[in-house]
T-cell receptor, first 109, second 113 residues
Framework: GQNIDQPTEMTATEGAIVQINCTYQTSGFNGLFWYQQHAGEAPTFLSYNVLDGLEEKGRFSSFLSRSKGYSYLLLKELQMKDSASYLC??????????WGAGTKLIIKP | IAGITQAPTSQILAAGRRMTLRCTQD?????MYWYRQDLGLGLRLIHYSNTAGTTGKGEVPDGYSVSRANTDDFPLTLASAVPSQTSVYFC????????????FGPGTRLTVL
């Protein structure tokens, strides 16, 4: 079956670094997406990885290991506005997204 | 540019009633999607459309129907609502199919009693 696993909730301190992990099992693989979703709002795109390695985009970076079925999202210099849920989604061979339940990130001052 | 709009924002519906959720995009995107989001679960694809005039079934299509008469609009209809269809519904669109980024509307919160 197809499955995306990520932690339910994480807590971090303002100014710190946090890593949100995601493991995936999909029928075929066409890349891994990360989205951010603030409470009561729509998901918004953060990153897409299809090749192994680290993609850096400002304070956010995303890593992929295809051989391990593993990805992580790294958030640096945390700000209070980063409090949100982070959704991991794998794209299968039919180009459909399989979504994890999301990781709720709580930032404390 | 509004992007994607959805209506209504929220709705309380009696079981057995028919309901259409509206979705309109102004980005001229070819592909559109309907998802539902339930607490503790990931987004689940209900139906999709790769281009105007075509539709397909996603992971959880039962009890829902869609149409795609033109590029901009992609309504989702619940023919006879049941309480298990209580959820937050998101419409999304992408320029093409495949790995193009999906952009989401603000969502419709639906409660079926």
């Amino acid at each position: 079956g197809q499955n995306i696993d990520q932690p339910t909730e994480m807590t971090a301190t303002e100014g710190a670094i946090v890593q949100i992990n995601c493991t995936y099992q999909t029928s075929g693989f066409n890349g891994l997406f990360w989205y951010q979703q603030h409470a009561g709002e729509a998901p918004t795109f953060l990153s897409y990885n299809v090749l192994d390695g680290l993609e850096e985009k400002g304070r956010f970076s995303s890593f992929l290991s295809r051989s391990k079925g593993y990805s992580y999202l790294l958030l640096k210099e945390l700000q209070m506005k980063d409090s949100a849920s982070y959704l991991c989604a794998g794209m299968d061979s039919n180009y459909q997204l399989i979504w994890g339940a999301g990781t709720k990130l709580i930032i404390k001052p | 540019i509004a992007g994607i709009t959805q209506a209504p924002t929220s709705q309380i519906l009696a079981a057995g009633r028919r309901m259409t959720l509206r979705c309109t995009q102004d980005m001229r995107h070819n592909a559109m999607y309907w998802y539902r989001q339930d607490l503790g679960l990931g987004l689940r694809l209900i139906h999709y459309s790769n281009t105007a005039g075509t539709t397909g079934k996603g992971e959880v299509p039962d009890g829902y129907s869609v149409s795609r008469a033109n590029t901009d609009d992609f309504p989702l209809t619940l023919a006879s609502a049941v309480p298990s269809q209580t959820s937050v519904y998101f419409c999304a669109s992408s320029d093409g199919v495949g790995t193009d980024t999906q952009y989401f509307g603000p969502g419709t919160r639906l409660t079926v009693l």
